[in-house]
């Protein structure tokens, strides 16, 4: 496994990138986009190893500051959707075709710090704001489904969340250290889906009633000791990264009695500010870490052995400032970070020598 520095872009408003996603829907090419002042751009990756822009999204409220996005498509035309958020608790959907926003969704009292979509209907998004709460979205009828949070749930920022493989459960993360596995194969849930899908505005005598979940599966506080920021599920086990210059890999429980087994650490250096996120790749072969100073960090997850782990660390000379987010193509060929300068930086992977 080996990286190249392939090359680099800066956003002309040079604030802060917070977040990167690559497009997993499109087959032929490696499009992705960053978020970061009130701006979200979208950008194409050459094969002469080049970066271009395609389009600029620009929000009308100048004071806006995105710190997420997500991609899904509308499954009536194709067409791809960006889905953005950050400050202002407002989520907006981007139609990339003409570069601008289709919908609002309005509901939570606060920022929205991640966006996840459903990942095998894309009609469902997920958001984990600063109110406290998960929000799960119908984009096809415009509907607020069900709220994850109250009586047993966060007790401060939610910062990070992820569904599992086949998007029957849902992890959350945030700033009162605790992780949270939400159940979304449960009857009173696959209801709210199933309603709100048949709800229709026009006709409906009254708005739509969100379900509200307030028990989640488990919630633990082992695991981190600081602020969770980042949570992804890798198979059916879970990595998740605090303010403690590691990642730890865990096992959740199958019961609510049970707590979480710690299996690994992976340990970094210069990851002690939050906020910083990881990604794996489409096949959960490569896991991706930015630090603050710069270096992206790569482990290669297919080693049978986990304490085997050794990251390869990647670094340019001008790349010196934080790295807010990274993320891989689907293939697993290309890397994209993101950092506190507004630049983005590509790396691409090696291609094996040749034989004689």
Same mark, same amino acid.
């Given at each position: 496994m080996g990286f190249r520095f392939a090359c680099q872009v800066k956003e002309e408003h040079g604030q802060p990138l917070f977040g990167v996603q690559f497009n997993p829907y499109y087959l032929n090419e490696k499009v992705f986009a960053t978020v970061g002042s009130n701006r979200a751009t979208?950008?194409?990756?050459?094969?002469?190893?080049?970066?271009?822009?395609?389009?600029?999204?620009?929000?009308?409220?100048?004071e806006e500051m995105f710190y997420t996005c997500a991609w899904t498509y509308?499954?009536?035309?194709?067409?791809?959707?960006?889905?953005?958020?950050?400050?202002k608790g407002l989520i907006r959907i981007v139609g990339t075709s003409s570069a601008t926003c289709r919908t609002s969704y309005s509901g939570?009292?606060?920022?929205?710090?991640?966006?996840?979509?459903?990942?095998?209907?894309?009609?469902?998004?997920?958001?984990?704001?600063?109110d406290h709460t998960l929000r799960l979205w119908n984009l096809k009828t415009s509907v607020c489904v069900a709220i994850f949070g109250g009586v047993d749930g966060h007790r401060d920022e939610v910062l990070s969340t992820d569904f599992n493989f086949?998007? /029957?459960?849902?992890?959350?993360?945030?700033?009162? $250290?605790? #992780?949270?596995?939400?159940?979304? @194969?449960?009857?009173?849930?696959?209801k709210a889906i199933k309603d709100s899908y048949e709800y229709q505005l026009r006709v409906a005598k009254r708005s739509f009633k969100p379900l509200l979940v307030h028990y989640p599966f488990f919630s633990t506080r082992e695991v981190h000791r600081n602020y969770v920021d980042c949570v992804r599920w890798f198979g059916q086990l879970a990595l998740s990264k605090s303010?403690?210059?590691?990642?730890?890999?865990?096992?959740?429980?199958? /019961?609510?009695?049970?707590s979480p087994?710690?299996? $690994?650490? #992976?340990?970094?250096?210069?990851? @002690?500010?939050?906020?910083?996120?990881?990604?794996?790749?489409?096949?959960?072969?490569?896991?991706?870490?930015?630090?603050?100073?710069?270096?992206?960090?790569?482990?290669?997850?297919?080693?049978?052995?986990?304490t085997k782990?050794?990251?390869?660390?990647?670094?340019?000379?001008?790349?010196?400032?934080?790295?807010?987010?990274?993320?891989?193509?689907?293939?697993?060929?290309?890397?994209?970070?993101?950092?506190?300068n507004g630049t983005a930086w590509r790396w691409d992977k090696k291609e094996p020598p040749k034989k004689a």
């Amino acid at each position: 496994m080996g990286f190249r520095f392939a090359c680099q872009v800066k956003e002309e408003h040079g604030q802060p990138l917070f977040g990167v996603q690559f497009n997993p829907y499109y087959l032929n090419e490696k499009v992705f986009a960053t978020v970061g002042s009130n701006r979200a751009t979208v950008f194409k990756c050459n094969s002469d190893c080049s970066i271009s822009p395609l389009q600029v999204y620009s929000d009308a409220d100048p004071e806006e500051m995105f710190y997420t996005c997500a991609w899904t498509y509308d499954a009536e035309t194709g067409e791809s959707l960006l889905a953005i958020a950050g400050a202002k608790g407002l989520i907006r959907i981007v139609g990339t075709s003409s570069a601008t926003c289709r919908t609002s969704y309005s509901g939570h009292g606060n920022a929205i710090n991640e966006l996840k979509v459903h990942t095998t209907d894309p009609c469902l998004l997920l958001s984990a704001s600063k109110d406290h709460t998960l929000r799960l979205w119908n984009l096809k009828t415009s509907v607020c489904v069900a709220i994850f949070g109250g009586v047993d749930g966060h007790r401060d920022e939610v910062l990070s969340t992820d569904f599992n493989f086949d998007g /029957t459960c849902i992890l959350s993360s945030g700033m009162d $250290h605790a #992780l949270k596995m939400w159940k979304m @194969d449960v009857p009173a849930v696959q209801k709210a889906i199933k309603d709100s899908y048949e709800y229709q505005l026009r006709v409906a005598k009254r708005s739509f009633k969100p379900l509200l979940v307030h028990y989640p599966f488990f919630s633990t506080r082992e695991v981190h000791r600081n602020y969770v920021d980042c949570v992804r599920w890798f198979g059916q086990l879970a990595l998740s990264k605090s303010c403690e210059n590691a990642i730890v890999l865990w096992k959740p429980p199958e /019961t609510e009695e049970v707590s979480p087994i710690v299996l $690994h650490r #992976l340990e970094v250096t210069n990851c @002690d500010i939050w906020y910083i996120r990881f990604c794996l790749d489409y096949e959960q072969s490569l896991l991706v870490l930015g630090n603050q100073v710069g270096k992206v960090f790569v482990w290669d997850m297919m080693v049978e052995d986990p304490t085997k782990l050794k990251p390869l660390i990647l670094s340019h000379p001008k790349c010196n400032t934080a790295i807010r987010q990274v993320t891989a193509s689907k293939d697993g060929s290309c890397l994209v970070a993101v950092c506190d300068n507004g630049t983005a930086w590509r790396w691409d992977k090696k291609e094996p020598p040749k034989k004689a």
